[in-house]
T-cell receptor, first 114, second 117 residues
């Protein structure tokens, strides 16, 4: 059974520092990996989706890498801002799961201090 | 605006009182799903639907029912809620089983916070 782990569970950095968030998964048979942002009282916002054939995806200050063979993904957020404070979740869509099902990690709670 | 909506957003109820949480999407998506989120456990899938009248269990279906009579709506029904169903619930949708397994992004609703006393 696929297990998704995110370490650390919480992270606090001063504004301007780069953020590095880690996600690991146990089964490399995946279609894709998705990074979400969750703000209190709001839903999940998709940040980046990396297909299993890709190594990385970029959007603005965000860059996500995927090493499928080692079961790891990293989300980099450059030059962090207080507005980046949120919980970040990674989720994988496995080829052996029911179609469409996402397996989520428990998330990393990020606080960016001014 | 493309979106997934849920109602109510907050609900406090008592054990055994039937309730329904509605979910609606305006993107003509085939696939819809319900998740619950609990501290330390992440999001876990309750039920999903591949299309109208096609539903199946996820990882934690006990105590829940769903129906998919229309493409846009996917209500979650708790026939006899219990305190262990106190949680944050999310509805999600995606385009569907059109072969785009690797590129299909899921869109999530704002969540429903349910408390069962």
């Amino acid at each position: 059974k696929q297990e998704v782990t995110q370490i650390p569970a919480a992270l606090s950095v001063p504004e301007g520092e780069n953020l590095v968030l880690n996600c690991s998964f146990t089964d490399s048979a995946i279609y894709n990996l998705q990074w979400f942002r969750q703000d209190p009282g709001k839903g999940l916002t998709s940040l980046l989706l990396i297909q299993s054939s890709q190594r990385e995806q970029t959007s603005g200050r965000l860059n996500a890498s995927l090493d499928k063979s080692s079961g790891r993904s990293t989300l980099y957020i450059a030059a962090s801002q207080p507005g980046d404070s949120a919980t970040y979740l990674c989720a994988v869509k496995g080829t052996t799961d029911s179609w469409g099902k996402l397996q989520f990690g428990a998330g990393t709670q990020v606080v960016v201090t001014p | 605006e493309a979106q997934v909506t849920q109602n109510p957003r907050y609900l406090i109820t008592v054990t055994g009182k039937k309730l329904t949480v509605t979910c609606s999407q305006n993107m003509n998506h085939e696939y819809m799903s319900w998740y619950r989120q609990d501290p330390g456990l992440g999001l876990r899938q309750i039920y999903y639907s591949m299309n109208v009248e096609v539903t199946d269990k996820g990882d934690v279906p006990e105590g829940y029912k769903v129906s998919r009579k229309e493409k846009r709506n996917f209500p979650l029904i708790l026939e006899s809620p219990s305190p262990n169903q106190t949680s944050l619930y999310f509805c999600a949708s995606s385009l569907g089983a059109s072969g785009r397994f690797s590129t299909d992004t899921q869109y999530f609703g704002p969540g429903t916070r349910l408390t069962v006393l």
